[in-house]
């Protein structure tokens, strides 16, 4: 019996989806190691202190947050003085009770001129 080669592609969705996990776990090594290897990186890079290190490794995240945040609620905000008010109550309701009042003729009447 011959196998059969079934071969398998992957969506744009997924290549995205893969990328996406391969960096945030290269930004997560790095990150602890920066952390936590802060005497290292001073060391072999001969750059600032290990205080400067730690101190920027918790400002850039919480920065990024902050951000994030923000910009959700500009987000939100945009949005809600962009979107026309919805129709009151009221109104739909008599729209409603006008639809339940026409005689069978006349909706098949306005059905045929849509």
């Given at each position: ?26 930004i997560i090594i790095g990150y602890l190691i920066a952390l936590f290897g ?10 600032g202190s290990v205080s400067g290190i730690r101190y920027w490794l918790a ?10 945040v923000l910009g959700i609620g500009a987000w939100i905000g945009w949005t ?35």
């Amino acid at each position: 019996m011959a196998k059969s080669v079934v071969k398998k592609t992957v969506s744009k969705d997924q290549a995205i989806g893969g990328l996406i996990f391969i960096v945030c776990l290269v930004i997560i090594i790095g990150y602890l190691i920066a952390l936590f290897g802060a005497d290292w990186v001073v060391n072999t890079l001969n750059i600032g202190s290990v205080s400067g290190i730690r101190y920027w490794l918790a400002e850039i995240p919480v920065l990024i947050a902050v951000v994030a945040v923000l910009g959700i609620g500009a987000w939100i905000g945009w949005t809600m003085a962009t979107t026309p008010p919805p129709k009151p109550i009221e109104e739909i309701e008599a729209e409603e009770k006008k639809e339940e009042e026409k005689p069978e003729g006349e909706e098949k009447a306005a059905e045929k001129k849509k």
